[in-house]
């Protein structure tokens, strides 16, 4: 299972940029899903300066997640193949879900908080003398650097660039790879961009990158929150560009650039496919329930079941 950092970087390096027409635009994805099966889309990006620092210092990784958390499954998974000690926080008194036993699983040790704790800690970047700490999904200082730093050039030729939007931390890093072109992040949070922008410089110092600007009112109700509209758009988008969305991250932002791109066909527009398709673990039953149709499940579980055994496609049964 042994795997160099340095093939990683070499994974940042050369994703693919693939061109698609879909509902009358010509545009680019960025195809980060594709970084690796497991620590794909800006999880890698995030977390690989963490990385080198661990392996220079010969210290443990440690961080912070829900029981839900993709970025538990990624981290984990990373610090297996490298060979790093690994242990999270994880908030609340939880139960053992999929994800976290996927996490157990590759040698991560889990360690309960309960909320109030965890928020205490999260936000605690203490230096430790055993551990380099990876705040809850990548944020802050260190996973903008390494989100900037991982895409070198690969930004350089576009005037307008799209992403879904969490914590901001990969937007704001690839506002500063890319400080020509405009930045459009779309949240899919009911926070709007600026509520989200004002906590990071309170928290980190960091300022509002000028060529930064929101998209807001995208999130379809809230975080991993859906309609019926969104998940027609996503089966549309996969028909005719065969790319697999997620309904909590990708598709809110890349349904938000067909909806609200106004710029003439001579500008280039990059789309960034930030991964997250493990977030569909929690939808997929929410479309079966109320007797929707996701056109690429079958992929999609195949896709997943490479971590989540368990999982089975509806068609299949």
């Not at 200082?141 to 991982?150: D, E, L, R």
């Not at 960091?206 to 975080?223: A, C, D, R």
């Amino acid at each position: 299972m042994a795997e160099s950092l340095e093939h990683f970087i070499g994974r940042l390096r050369s994703v693919p940029v693939q061109s698609f027409s879909f509902r009358g635009r010509q545009f680019e994805v960025l195809r980060d899903d594709l970084i690796h099966p497991v620590i794909s889309g800006n999880k890698l990006r995030k977390l690989w300066r963490f990385l080198c620092t661990c392996q220079e210092r010969k210290k443990g990784l440690q961080t912070f997640g829900g029981p839900y958390s993709n970025h538990l499954v990624a981290t984990a998974y990373a610090a297996k193949l490298l060979g790093i000690p690994c242990r999270a926080f994880v908030r609340g008194a939880y139960h053992m879900t999929s994800s976290l036993n996927i996490c157990k699983s590759l040698g991560m040790n889990l360690i309960s908080l309960n909320k109030e704790e965890f928020a205490r800690r999260k936000n605690d970047f203490a230096e430790d003398e055993n551990w380099i700490t990876v705040p809850e999904g990548g944020k802050g200082p260190a996973g903008v650097a390494s989100v900037k730093s991982s895409y070198g050039s690969q930004l350089s030729s576009y005037q307008v660039i799209w992403l879904a939007a969490g914590t901001l931390t990969t937007a704001i890093g690839v506002a500063l790879a890319a400080p020509k072109a405009k930045v459009v992040a779309v949240p899919v949070l009911k926070a709007h961009g600026e509520a989200l922008m004002e906590e990071y410089t309170k928290l980190f110092g960091i300022k509002q990158p000028e060529n930064l600007v929101y998209f807001n009112s995208q999130h379809t109700g809230g975080y991993a929150r859906w309609d019926e509209r969104l998940l027609t758009f996503a089966n549309d988008f996969y028909r005719q560009t065969g790319i697999m969305t997620d309904l909590v991250y990708t598709a809110k932002a890349f349904r938000a650039f067909f909806e609200l791109e106004n710029s003439p066909e001579t500008v280039r527009n990059l789309l960034i496919h930030t991964g997250g398709l493990q977030g569909m673990l929690g939808i997929l039953p929410q479309i079966k329930a109320k007797n929707h149709n996701l056109v690429y499940e079958a992929p999609l579980v195949a896709h997943l079941g490479r971590t989540h055994p368990g999982i089975v496609c509806s068609t299949s049964q």
